[in-house]
C-alpha cells in the first residue's frame, strides 16, 4: 500500500508516512465538505450539503491537528460567524440535528472558537446554576456511573471543560471540589472512573475516564491509580491494534490518552505502552492510506468527526513515538494540548 511506510534505519522500525493522508484531506476532503466557496461552513458527512455544528468545528480541529489552520481574516470571521449562528439565547450552542449532548455541543463549539483565536461574546447563563459548586457536584454525583460512564461523561466533562475555558464562570474551590468528587468514581482495581464494574474495567469506562483525564491534564493534577489504568487498558487492547470495532477511531483514542498520559507520571511500563501506541497507529494509519478504507471510515454519517478523532490518534502517536516513527512534513498538534476538550 503505498505511503503506508518508509524505512528509518536510525529508528530500526518501519516509519508510518502519512504525509499522502494529509495530503488526501487538503486536496480532497476538505473542498468535497465546504458548503460554502470559502472555508468556515462545512457539512459533517460526505455527500450532505447542509452546514452543521459538527463538520464546521471539526474542520478546524483537523486543519489545526495536520498544521494548516491559517484562514485569512475574512474566512476566519466568516468561520466564527458560522459558528456562533448554532448559539442559542442562554448562550449555548447546539447542532439542528441533534447527535450530543448540549453541553457536548457547547464545549466542542467553545473549543472551536479557541482554535480559531476567539471566544463567545459573553458566559453563556444556561449553566449559570452549576456555578455553584453544590449543583455541580449535584449533576456529577447523578450521572449514570454503573451503566453510561461514557455516555454520561459527555455532560459531566462538558460542564468541566466549559467551566475551564470560558474566563470567570468557575468561582474559587469550584474546580477543588469537582476533581475530589471525580477521586471518588475511580474504581482502585482498574484506576478508572466508574461504580461496580468488572476488576479489569471495560469499554465503557475508557471512553468516560478519558473525558476527564483532558481535565485533569489541564489542572496538572494526577488521577490516582494510575498504574492500574494503564494495566486495565492494556489488557483491554484487541489483537488488531484497537479497543473497539463501533467505535474504531474514538475509542482508540480515549485508549491511548489514557495510557499516554497516565504512564509519564509513573513511569509504568513503558516499552509496553510504546507497543500498544504502535500497534493503534498502524491500524489508523491502514485506514488513513487506503482509498477503499478511508471511505468506509470517514464517508459514512458524522464521517468527518470521526476524521478528527483519526488525525487526534496519529498526532497522540507521533508526540510519543516520534516524527522518525510517524512522519508528516508538519509537526502533528493535539488540540487537548491547546485546550481542555474533544
Same mark, same amino acid.
Given at each position: 500500500m503505498p505511503g503506508v511506510a518508509v524505512g528509518d534505519e536510525a529508528q530500526g522500525r518501519a516509519a508510518l508516512d502519512l504525509r499522502p493522508f494529509v495530503n488526501w484531506i487538503l486536496d480532497e476532503l476538505e473542498p468535497a465538505v465546504r458548503v460554502e466557496p470559502t472555508p468556515g461552513a462545512y457539512a459533517r458527512e460526505l455527500g450532505a450539503d447542509d452546514v452543521e455544528l459538527y463538520g464546521t468545528t471539526d474542520m478546524a480541529c483537523i486543519l489545526h491537528t495536520i498544521g494548516h489552520l491559517h484562514p485569512r481574516p475574512e474566512e476566519r470571521d466568516a468561520w466564527v460567524a458560522t459558528i456562533l449562528g448554532f448559539q442559542g439565547p442562554g448562550g449555548e450552542i447546539r447542532?439542528?440535528?441533534?447527535?450530543?449532548?448540549?453541553?457536548?455541543?457547547?464545549?466542542?463549539?467553545?473549543?472551536?472558537?479557541?482554535?480559531?483565536?476567539?471566544?463567545?461574546?459573553?458566559?453563556?447563563?444556561?449553566?449559570?446554576?452549576?456555578?455553584?459548586?453544590?449543583?455541580? &457536584?449535584? +449533576?456529577?454525583?447523578?450521572?449514570?456511573?454503573? %451503566? /453510561?460512564?461514557?455516555? @454520561?461523561?459527555? $455532560?459531566? #466533562?462538558?460542564?468541566?471543560?466549559?467551566?475551564?475555558?470560558?474566563?470567570?464562570?468557575?468561582?474559587?474551590?469550584?474546580?477543588?471540589?469537582?476533581?475530589?468528587?471525580?477521586?471518588?468514581?475511580?474504581?482502585?482495581?482498574?484506576?478508572?472512573?466508574?461504580?461496580?464494574?468488572?476488576?479489569?474495567?471495560?469499554?465503557?469506562?475508557?471512553?468516560?475516564?478519558?473525558?476527564?483525564?483532558?481535565?485533569?491534564?489541564?489542572?496538572?493534577?494526577?488521577?490516582?491509580?494510575?498504574?492500574?489504568?494503564?494495566?486495565?487498558?492494556?489488557?483491554?487492547?484487541?489483537?488488531?491494534?484497537?479497543?473497539?470495532?463501533?467505535?474504531?477511531?474514538? &475509542?482508540? +483514542?480515549?485508549?491511548?490518552?489514557?495510557?499516554? %498520559? /497516565?504512564?509519564?507520571? @509513573?513511569?509504568? $511500563?513503558? #516499552?509496553?505502552?510504546?507497543a500498544a501506541v504502535r500497534a493503534a497507529a498502524a491500524a489508523v494509519a491502514a485506514d488513513a492510506l487506503d482509498e477503499r478504507r478511508r471511505s468506509e471510515r470517514f464517508g459514512g454519517p458524522l464521517g468527518v468527526h470521526e476524521l478528527t478523532a483519526a488525525v487526534s490518534i496519529l498526532a497522540e502517536a507521533q508526540r510519543r513515538l516520534g516524527s522518525g516513527e510517524v512522519r508528516t512534513d508538519r509537526p502533528l498538534r493535539l488540540v487537548l494540548d491547546r485546550r481542555p476538550f474533544i
Open positions: 447542532e439542528r440535528d441533534p447527535t450530543h449532548d448540549v453541553l457536548h455541543n457547547t464545549a466542542f463549539a467553545v473549543g472551536a472558537l479557541e482554535l480559531l483565536g476567539t471566544h463567545i461574546d459573553s458566559p453563556p447563563t444556561f449553566v449559570d446554576p452549576y456555578r455553584d459548586p453544590a449543583a455541580a &457536584l449535584e +449533576l456529577v454525583e447523578g450521572l449514570d456511573w454503573q %451503566r /453510561s460512564v461514557w455516555g @454520561s461523561s459527555h $455532560r459531566g #466533562a462538558g460542564l468541566g471543560a466549559l467551566f475551564a475555558m470560558i474566563p470567570d464562570l468557575a468561582p474559587p474551590g469550584w474546580f477543588d471540589a469537582y476533581f475530589e468528587a471525580l477521586d471518588a468514581r475511580v474504581d482502585p482495581t482498574n484506576g478508572m472512573l466508574g461504580d461496580d464494574r468488572e476488576p479489569g474495567g471495560d469499554i465503557d469506562q475508557i471512553g468516560g475516564t478519558f473525558h476527564y483525564l483532558f481535565l485533569y491534564e489541564w489542572a496538572h493534577r494526577p488521577m490516582p491509580q494510575a498504574e492500574a489504568r494503564i494495566d486495565a487498558v492494556l489488557g483491554l487492547q484487541q489483537g488488531d491494534g484497537r479497543w473497539f470495532e463501533l467505535s474504531p477511531h474514538w &475509542l482508540t +483514542l480515549d485508549a491511548l490518552y489514557i495510557l499516554t %498520559r /497516565s504512564g509519564p507520571r @509513573s513511569g509504568y $511500563r513503558t #516499552a509496553d505502552v510504546d
